[in-house]
């Protein structure tokens, strides 16, 4: 059966709203600045990698609680699906297709806000991130790898299938087929028409 993975943060949902509200409600509670719009603008690798970037080291785990705590409230609502993330989905599903989507973000706040955003999708592995999905990849199956960060190709690469790249993120087409992407598309728009030439890339 066809599988088609699929990265979650700025590659299916546009999610640096209601994250940033989240680091600024962080700030609020801790009292330690954090600059949201500085993180919003390289989302991609794991919670606590951003969190070293503010917090001292014996503070980061403290810091990852607490904002996991606060962004149901504060992170899910503002969510947008982003141009095309739907017709993706459901040209995957027109084949007979599943969706599975391997992301580094907490597979519970995952969870929320593919609800939130009413998207069908099959499978949903969370807490992974660059080689760490491909695991998860090869685990289901996936014949390819859409997604908008460098880690992301790697993923792919490291699964042995090609990677899709999309520039909705904080990465560069230059930069995606520099890691591996075998396509590069602005957003997911263009994916629906270029799934038969990537799945003769793959099958």
């Known amino acids: 059966m066809l599988s088609v993975g699929f990265d979650l943060d700025m590659t299916l949902a546009d999610t640096r709203q209601g994250i940033a509200a989240a680091y600024r409600a962080l700030s609020a509670a801790t009292?330690?600045?954090?600059?949201?719009?500085?993180?919003?603008?390289?989302?991609?690798?794991?919670?606590?990698?951003?969190?070293?970037?503010?917090?001292?080291?014996?503070?980061?785990?403290?810091?990852v609680t607490t904002f996991r705590a606060l962004y149901e409230t504060h992170a899910i609502e503002p969510t947008l699906l982003?141009?095309?993330?739907?017709?993706?989905?459901?040209?995957?599903?027109?084949?007979?297709?599943?969706?599975v989507v391997v992301t580094s973000k907490h597979e519970r706040l995952?969870?929320?806000?593919?609800?939130?955003?009413?998207?069908p999708v099959d499978v949903l592995v969370g807490d992974l991130f660059a080689e760490g999905k491909a695991a998860a990849l090869t685990a289901n199956d996936c014949h390819l790898y859409v997604g908008d960060h460098v880690a992301d190709m790697i993923a792919a690469r490291t699964a042995g299938i090609p990677g899709v790249g999309v520039t909705s993120g904080p990465c560069s087409a230059d930069d995606l087929r520099a890691h591996g992407a075998a396509v590069v598309?602005?957003?997911?728009g263009g994916f629906p028409a270029a799934l038969p030439g990537l799945l003769r890339l793959a099958l």
Do not use: C, I, K
Not at 44 to 55: A, D
Not at 82 to 99: I, K, Q, Y
Not at 112 to 117: N, S, T
């Open 82 to 99: 982003l141009p095309g993330a739907r017709e993706a989905v459901d040209a995957v599903h027109a084949r007979g297709g599943r969706v």
């Open 31 to 63: 009292g330690t600045y954090v600059d949201d719009q500085l993180v919003v603008s390289r989302l991609g690798p794991p919670l606590r990698h951003e969190m070293r970037n503010w917090f001292p080291a014996d503070e980061v785990e403290s810091a």
């Open 110 to 119: 995952a969870a929320l806000h593919l609800a939130h955003l009413g998207l």
């Open 185 to 188: 598309l602005e957003d997911l």
